[in-house]
């Protein structure tokens, strides 16, 4: 039986980091930022998420996904909405979600101060080898938070998550 | 701030929604039909950027008491939409919505660095958001149009198509319904302001195309309801699919 006891935002938050992106799916929401505010009133869970990118398809799938799995946690309600306060940025990526990016192939964001220059888009090491020298050869790929590059040293393209 | 009269605020919203739901629409006419595929992907993100702009404007009118968002992009007929003629023309060559896109990033980005101030805080958040993204669309303008300004032929149809298009694009900058209420509430700048930091913004990246901006009177009309025979076609293509069954849930 499920309990039924009050929820705290720790065991919210820990449940949350089950819930995956979509497009990339070794990253919880929680580890890419994406969790603005949580907010649990006795049984009554309201989460906000930030999205990565206005018109991302992934974030009512995220949205759904989080509801179900707050319900299973025990909430008796479970509100997942948007908030574009505070804006996503790139920085809200965690450590072990950089190191994650990394394994799956995706150049980590560089970090920045700021909203970030499109000149922090210019600089990329590959994820392969960990060469700098690399070329942007699109600045869109193949999901919008993603970055074309080729990799001179190992010969290879790659992907970098945008900085934003 | 809340307690800005909605009617003031809508037809505001309005013009911001349509003009991005309506260039999301051309742009999405590349997919598939770009000259590199790198120029495939770019306009159709951009495409994508822009419908996912049009629906946080949509339903920041829902909040305001409009219908849903699907219903206001997808039910409403051309002469209810406010947006730029400007966005409305057919994607015409490679050069023409290159030269299109650029002029109207270059708007877009100053609009939104201004509406990131503006006192409807909704809006104002909204715009920060959008203007992290922004930036990678001028960063595509911007060297495109340098790279293919390089060679005659190509700087020969950019400015071939900066001179069809000129007119159209000053149409962006139309004072809005209810303008000078809107300045004085410190929601939005003054288009004449806009249209200033625009220009400032795009004459030295045409000038290192070997482009210059034409003198040309604006064609203004899109704000009021009054568009070019292209927009209800375009609407006829984008909303037939929806308006066949408005009830089905996908």
Redesign the interface.
């Known amino acids: 039986m499920k309990a039924r006891a009050a929820l705290t935002p720790e065991q919210v938050l820990a449940a949350l980091d089950d819930v995956k992106d979509p497009e990339i799916p070794v990253l919880s929401i929680v580890e890419m930022g994406l969790v603005a505010r949580v907010e649990v009133d006795a049984g009554v869970v309201r989460v906000w998420l930030t999205p990565t990118f206005a018109g991302c398809p992934a974030v009512s799938v995220m949205q759904a996904d989080a509801e179900r799995r707050l319900r299973d946690l025990g909430a008796v309600e479970a509100v997942v909405a948007l908030t574009y306060d505070p804006p996503w940025n790139s920085n809200r990526i965690s450590p072990d979600g950089r190191r994650k990016l990394r394994d799956f192939g995706l150049a980590p964001p560089p970090r920045h101060a700021g909203l970030g220059d499109v000149v922090s888009l210019l600089v990329a090491e590959c994820p392969f080898c960990g060469s700098s020298d690399t070329r942007l050869e699109s600045a869109f790929g193949p999901t919008l938070c993603r970055a074309l590059y080729y990799c001179h040293a190992c010969r290879q393209a790659f992907e970098q998550f945008k900085p934003l | 701030m809340t307690n800005l009269d909605a009617a003031v605020l809508k037809p505001l919203l309005f013009s911001l929604a349509d003009d991005e739901v309506v260039i999301g629409h051309r742009n999405a006419e590349w997919t598939g039909h770009g000259p590199l595929l790198?120029a495939d992907?770019?306009f159709?993100?951009?495409a994508?950027?822009?419908?996912?702009?049009a629906?946080?404007y949509y339903a920041l009118l829902h909040e305001l008491g409009e219908p849903e968002p699907d219903r206001l992009a997808f039910l409403r007929s051309a002469s209810a939409f406010r947006c730029a003629q400007l966005v409305e023309l057919p994607r015409g060559d490679w050069a023409f919505s290159l030269i299109r896109q650029c002029l109207y990033d270059a708007a877009e980005g100053e609009r939104l660095a201004a509406l990131a101030r503006s006192r409807f805080t909704p809006l104002a958040?909204?715009a920060?958001?959008?203007?992290?993204?922004e930036?990678?669309h001028?960063?595509?303008a911007r060297t495109w149009v340098e790279q293919l300004g390089r060679a005659d032929d190509g700087r020969g149809r950019l400015q071939q198509a900066l001179e069809q298009v000129y007119p159209y694009a000053l149409g962006l900058f139309e004072p809005a319904e209810a303008e000078a209420e809107l300045v004085a509430l410190g929601v939005k700048p003054a288009e004449a302001e806009l249209e200033q930091a625009w220009r400032e913004r795009l004459t030295p990246v045409l000038a290192a195309a070997g482009l210059t901006l034409p003198a040309a009177a604006p064609i203004y009309g899109g704000r009021r309801g009054q568009h070019t025979p292209h927009l209800a076609a375009l609407l006829n293509d984008m909303q037939l699919v929806f308006r066949s069954d408005p009830e089905a849930v996908w």
Do not use: N, T, V
């Open positions: 790198e992907i770019a159709s993100s951009m994508q950027d822009e419908l996912g702009h629906q946080a958040q909204a920060r958001k959008f203007a992290g993204e930036k990678y001028w960063l595509h």
